[in-house]
């Protein structure tokens, strides 16, 4: 590395306020830990309704993880290049221009993180009760309160936040663990509840679009990138082993799945995961996988805090957001005002129950911003930014990136023709961001003047 660049990665991570605490290991457990929620134990019955066989279900689970890893394998250049909280938010800004970054952090606010904390903690309420045996008639209030202790965790700093998530992810792999192990020692696949059929490639690629819901998340470790030890190795290994580690357990999964119920019988399955749980132990292995959902979403909920609320601390910093979120905790080092006000937001949406609507709303805004921030590589090897380069580069390097951004066009033009409405309702939203960014701008030029 030149000693341009690291004059440049020391301005924009020592000025940031933020301790570099964590490892490795700490960093491949957030990776981990955002892309695995309830999607691995239910999406794959989705997937089998599209599929017209075993072996084209494990084809669609694979491809889906190389087309991850080839995003994450991008996103850890650009993480070592600018180790810096923010993520792609930081990237957007360099590459092209604040305003880009704005509507990219806009969508996370609005929709994407907030609306995913929302729900996602619902989801635990949900699993949990089940777990115990309980019927939550109402599970907003406990959502509230899931929302409310996980910010109080951060709020004592990176390490307290990544701690908990270290365990919540052990434990969520050992529940996939069991439930891998059970489903392949029982064995012997049942008589199938329908026959199988033959299915048109472009079928097959409709069952790709789940798999890749359930492989995202990879993303929100490049947003803790400024308390990464040594980002430059650091982040990018623990992309790689992290991804590597959730596709290896999502392909173990749909195999237990398979073994137990069958292709057909997993399409015919509402709940593959209490299934199988359910023809080992009965009623009780049900409840026991409904705690390893429960502690996959917790971990969930945990991991989008922490990333979202140094996103949003950032930009208040270029003071397009709240001023006083800018700042951080003097004792813990936490972004603990943008916190307060991610968590009081998705506080209000799991309230309301509005979370499910604007989630519907926000793929193509969200699909939208990855492709943007990958495309940001580019300009980063363009001409003088070659100075910048960091320790790490994505192989095969323009065909990776551009394979991922083909994929992003494919994802978008498929939801836009499957739910013109909810597209047309994101994009709404995302303009809805350019007065927005408008607003702050005018603001923060008034508060100078003065």
């Not at 392909?251 to 019988?265: D, M, Q, T």
Request: glycine share 10%; with cysteine; net charge positive.
């Amino acid at each position: 590395m030149t000693e341009q660049a690291r004059i440049e990665i020391h301005s924009s991570t020592s000025s940031s306020g933020y301790l570099r605490r964590l490892g490795v290991w700490d960093a491949s457990m957030i990776v981990v830990g955002g892309v695995i929620g309830s999607g691995i134990f239910r999406v794959p019955a989705t997937v089998a309704r599209q599929t017209g066989s075993a072996s084209e279900q494990m084809l669609a689970w694979a491809i889906g993880g190389v087309i991850a890893l080839i995003g994450a394998l991008s996103y850890a250049e650009l993480g070592a290049r600018r180790p810096s909280a923010g993520g792609g938010y930081v990237y957007l800004r360099e590459a092209f221009g604040l305003i880009v970054a704005f509507v990219y952090g806009w969508n996370l606010l609005i929709v994407n993180h907030s609306g995913s904390i929302a729900a996602v903690s619902t989801v635990f309420v949900e699993y949990l009760g089940a777990a115990l045996g309980i019927k939550v008639s109402n599970p907003a209030p406990w959502a509230v309160g899931t929302i409310v202790f996980l910010a109080g965790v951060n709020w004592f700093g990176i390490r307290a936040g990544a701690w908990t998530q270290n365990l919540l992810t052990v434990l969520k792999l050992l529940a996939l663990a069991v439930l891998i192990a059970v489903g392949l020692s029982l064995g012997g696949a049942p008589a199938p509840a329908a026959p199988a059929r033959p299915v048109a490639p472009f079928v097959f690629l409709g069952a790709l679009m789940p798999v890749l819901f359930s492989y995202g998340g990879w993303y929100y470790v490049n947003d803790i990138a400024g308390e990464i030890r040594n980002p430059q190795r650091n982040l990018p290994r623990s992309l790689v082993l992290g991804m590597l580690l959730v596709a290896t357990f999502y392909l173990l999964a749909n195999a237990a799945y398979l073994s137990v119920l069958g292709h057909a019988g997993l399409a015919a399955s509402q709940a593959p995961a209490a299934d199988v749980m359910r023809q080992a132990f009965g009623e009780p292995g049900a409840r026991l996988i409904a705690l390893g959902v429960a502690i996959s979403t917790l971990g969930f909920v945990n991991i989008s805090l922490i990333g979202a609320a140094r996103v949003f601390q950032v930009m208040a910093a270029d003071g397009v957001f709240f001023r006083s979120a800018a700042a951080l905790h003097p004792r813990w080092r936490s972004p603990n005002v943008a916190l307060l006000m991610l968590a009081g937001w998705a506080c209000v949406l799991a309230l309301t129950g509005t979370f499910d609507q604007l989630l519907n709303y926000s793929t193509v805004g969200d699909w939208l911003g990855i492709a943007a921030v990958i495309a940001t590589l580019f300009w980063y090897r363009r001409g003088s930014n070659v100075e910048t380069l960091a320790s790490f580069r994505t192989p095969l390097y323009p065909w990776l990136p551009i394979f991922f951004l083909l994929v992003v066009v494919w994802v978008v033009g498929a939801t836009v023709w499957q739910n013109p409405h909810d597209a047309g309702m994101g994009v709404l939203i995302t303009l809805a961001g350019i007065p927005v960014y408008a607003y702050w701008t005018r603001t923060q030029r008034t508060r100078d003047d003065h």
